[in-house]
């Protein structure tokens, strides 16, 4: 009989976030002139917010800080300039970013307390 694996004691919540916002971080490159990227920059401020979040709550302030960062320049109440291809390789790097965060970040699991009888 095979073993059975010990259970960690972290787990990675920011790893799907990340995944969709990477997503809609390379989607996004063609509609950058079209009316459709309002919603990409809604997507990546949310997400890049959650994982900032589970940041936070890893203790690892460093992505906290950097994913603050791209929640403000992402921002769709206040944009930022859209035009020229510096804004395709900052799509390209914080997607590639948003990747590296979702394998890193880990939160430690939380034990619920053991029930009085």
């Known amino acids: 009989m095979a073993a059975t694996p010990p259970k960690s004691d ?48 890893g203790a690892q302030w460093w992505w ?13 109440v206040f944009p930022v300039p859209t035009e020229g291809p510096w804004w395709i390789v900052a799509h390209l790097g914080v997607a590639a970013l948003f990747a590296v965060a979702g394998a890193a970040v880990r939160v430690p699991r939380e034990t619920p307390p053991a029930r009085k009888r």
Do not use: C, K
């Not at 996004?28 to 936070?56: H, N």
């Not at 906290?64 to 769709?76: D, E, G, M, Q, S």
């Open 64 to 76: 906290t800080l950097v994913f603050f960062a791209v929640a403000i320049v992402w921002n769709p």
């Open 10 to 57: 972290t787990y990675r919540p920011a790893f799907i976030p990340s995944l969709i916002a990477a997503a809609a971080l390379l989607s996004g490159i063609p509609l950058l002139e079209a009316d459709w990227y309002l919603l990409i920059r809604f997507i990546v401020a949310i997400m890049a917010l959650i994982v900032a979040w589970y940041a936070l709550q």
